[in-house]
């Protein structure tokens, strides 16, 4: 094996030399079985040891191709050059000094950035966090504390983090919140315009969702209760639904008309991922609060909410932050990730990689349409944020064990993809927006394998 470090100088091939997972990254899993909470999950138990572009190495000198992007973080790649140079600066300089004692510039040309970069040309603010879920709790306590209500109203299928508040917020049960209760209270949810599922058919999806949803905000919860609406443009865990268009502009209609806090939840949407720089630009939605994380940072913990001043300005002086919020070598990195997102221009980037893999899924699509166990009930998504739907014969009944197989399949030909869902019936593709073209389609090559061998 060459002893190139990882990141943009990692050999790009996909190199399968031991069954998957191979003996060392048994031998770790066995350590771990007996260090690490039974409760903390893997999806593919390889040991990482060197990442970078679109490849994954393990322990057993396995290559694996990465369509995960360690659920949607390495966008720029892994250890890409421009977050080493400036993470490995700051590590030099200074690792950490809480900017709640005293302050640090990367926080706030952080800030800068997410001003310019978020949708809309309003006076907008921000604040820094470590994780999605702290971001999304954030942002509550701030449209609380502007609008002075106490209600949130989130959507089927939306998933917002793990906390107490975001478990309440998340949709699925098992195995985000099974056990977990009580939750915090006050969180209303409503249903979303999933076009695939709608019982009328795609065609009146939106408006018909839509009126549902306001309608039970308005009967249930009264709209001059409610706080704020929670919504992710473009749902991740709950199956990669694209909520039918006209859905997220008449929710957020009707948020700006009743005084409500509209929140993009662009944890997984964000930066580049979809082809824009956030997902609701899509529809021209500028919502009021938005929340970033996952590939903010090139894979440094860091999150952020950003939104409209005079909201974020809301909170008394010290009611937001944490020790580690905005750490210094997080910002660095997080600069460093939106230098490459610029310079390479990785909206571009994931436009292409639509391009190139959702003709091969439709394809894919029609081949498994009516023939054999599995059939592929919908392609959807946008940019580098795909997925396909898993049904059985004949109906539109989610199929989760084909799904397992499938993933299952891909994993020992060392294609790394993730499955999600809220019926589990979902395979997701999120590869790295650097990916090069060629182990995009070679990817592709070994998903139309798998889906045969089943
Ligand atoms: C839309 C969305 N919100 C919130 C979260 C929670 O982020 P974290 O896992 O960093 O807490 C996620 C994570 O998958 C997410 O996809």
Known sequence: MTATAGGPSLPQERRVVTAIPGPKSQELQARRNAAVAAGVGSVLPVFTTRAGGGIVEDADGNALIDFGSGIAVTSVGNSAEAVVRRASAQLADFTHSCFMVTPYEGYV???????????????????????????????????????????????????????????????????????????????????????????????????????????????????????????????????????????????????????????????????????QWFACEDEGVVPDLITTAKGIAGGLPLSAVTGRAEIMDAAHSGGLGGTYGGNPVACAAALGAIETMREQDLCA???????????????????????????????????????????????????????????????????????????????????????????LNEGLDILEGALSSL
């Not at 800030?111 to 966090?129: I, M, N, Q, Y």
């Not at 299928?157 to 209270?185: C, E, Q």
């Not at 919908?378 to 109906?395: S, T, Y």
Request: glycine share 10%.
């Open 109 to 275: 040309e952080v800030c800068e950035e997410l001003a310019r970069l978020t949708p809309g040309d309003h006076a907008k603010k921000s604040a820094l966090f470590n994780s999605g879920a702290e971001a999304v709790e954030n942002a509550v306590k701030i449209a609380r504390s502007y609008t002075g209500r106490q209600a949130v109203v989130v959507f089927d299928h939306g998933y917002h983090g793990r906390t107490n508040l975001t478990m309440a917020l998340t949709s699925k049960n098992m195995p985000y919140k099974h056990s977990f209760g009580p939750f915090a209270p006050e969180v209303y949810r409503v249903p979303v315009a999933y076009p695939y599922r709608w019982l009328t058919g795609p065609e009146n999806c939106a408006e018909e969702a839509a009126a549902q949803a306001i309608d039970m905000i308005s009967k249930q919860v009264g709209a001059e209760n409610v706080a704020a609406i929670v919504i992710e443009p473009l749902l991740g865990e709950g199956g990669f639904i694209e909520p039918a268009k006209g859905f997220l502009p008449r929710i957020a209609r009707f948020a700006q008309d009743n005084g409500i806090v509209f929140v993009a939840d662009e944890i997984q949407s964000g930066f580049c991922r979809t082809g």
């Open 349 to 439: 980037k994931a436009r292409r990689i639509e391009e190139i893999m959702k003709p091969r899924l439709t394809a894919l699509q029609e081949k498994h349409a009516h023939d054999g166990p599995v059939r592929i009930g919908d392609v959807r998504g946008r940019g580098a944020m795909l997925a396909i739907e898993l049904v059985k014969p004949g109906g539109k009944e989610p199929d989760p064990a084909a799904t397992a197989a499938l993933a299952k399949a891909c994993h020992s030909e060392g294609l790394l993809v993730l499955t999600t869902g809220t019926y589990g019936n979902v395979m997701r593709f999120l590869p790295p927006l650097v990916i090069g073209e060629d182990l």
